[in-house]
């Protein structure tokens, strides 16, 4: 994948793409319409797509307001938007999302830059990786069985210190989500694309599909409530955080609360499996000392 030479991207770069059954226009309108963007990404926003103005997201759950000057806006085939830091606050950023009919089907191709390098700068880099990634996951699924509705979103975190690495198995393997979410029994998840079906610990059932599965997060649709299921691991400023995120296109804002509530106990025992005992108790199991001594 290259970059479109009228753009220039600057520092590091994301790139990330998806294909659908969406046509160009829907896919575009996904994007470029404030009301369908809130349908499967941003919690709000305000604005037109049209080139020299601002189009403004609003993420309401975690306190963030983003404005963006729209650089280039073409229906069906092109969206650009740009972000000025301020005064020597790094790179200038560009959002660039084409859209073109290949083979049949839809592909959208996703071009994210102005990131800063640096060693300090790499878990903003990767988490924000992670999340176009995830995203994408989630315009494919609104695009094929939920397009123009409206959603309702709950998220619930907990503090956490834990270590990236350790989080795929946490996520995917069945003794480990035994561990929170799951009851015994319950298989584990497979890779992007199979078929997902969770008997959850505390009440309840998912079936749906493997979205996307990342270093640190996982989506996966949620038939029940017409809606998804994200497994969470990411920085919020200096504080790592786990937890969960529920989407439906068909559940009320109070509806979908009732249901989330039941993750609530869930969240908490992932948070403890990092709690300071459980991770000491981990590394000396898998160091082969007996937790509480010291490694001679």
Not at 7 to 33: F, K, L, S
Not at 148 to 166: M, S
Not at 253 to 259: E, N, V, W
Not at 260 to 271: D, I, S, T
Request: aromatic share 10%; charged share 25%.
């Amino acid at each position: 994948m290259s970059d479109t030479a009228k753009y220039e991207h600057t520092g590091r770069v994301i790139r990330a793409e998806i294909r659908t059954t969406a046509t160009p226009q829907q896919t575009w309108e996904a994007w470029a319409d404030s009301a369908k963007i809130a349908g499967w990404f941003v919690d709000r926003a305000a604005g037109e797509a049209k080139p020299g103005g601002t189009m403004t997201w609003f993420f309401d759950s975690f306190g963030y307001v983003l404005p963006y000057q729209v650089v280039d806006a073409v229906p069906g085939k092109l969206f650009v938007l740009k972000w000025e830091p301020p005064q020597g606050q790094g790179n200038a950023g560009i959002l660039e999302v084409t859209i073109a009919r290949d083979g049949g089907e839809t592909l959208v191709r996703l071009v994210n830059s102005g990131f800063r390098e640096g060693v300090q700068w790499e878990e903003e880099y990767e988490g924000v990786n992670s999340g176009w990634r995830m995203a994408l996951s989630l315009l494919k699924e609104y695009l094929e069985h939920y397009f123009g509705r409206a959603k309702a979103t709950e998220t619930v975190l907990r503090p956490a210190a834990f270590e990236y690495a350790r989080m795929r198995g946490v996520f995917l393997e069945a003794p480990n989500l035994a561990e929170w979410l799951t009851a015994p029994g319950s298989p584990g998840i497979g890779k992007v694309g199979d078929a997902c079906r969770l008997t959850l610990r505390d009440g309840g059932t998912l079936t749906g599909r493997v979205l996307e599965i990342t270093n640190t997060e996982v989506a996966l649709s949620w038939g029940e409530i017409s809606g998804t299921l994200e497994l969470k691991a990411f920085a919020m400023g200096p504080q790592r955080m786990l937890g969960v995120r529920v989407m439906s296109w068909t559940l009320d804002a109070d509806a979908l609360k009732r249901a989330v509530a039941k993750l609530e106990p869930a969240v908490g025992r992932l948070a403890a499996i990092f709690s300071a005992p459980a991770a000491a108790a981990s590394a000396a199991a898998q160091s082969g000392t007996p937790f509480g001594e010291e490694k001679r």
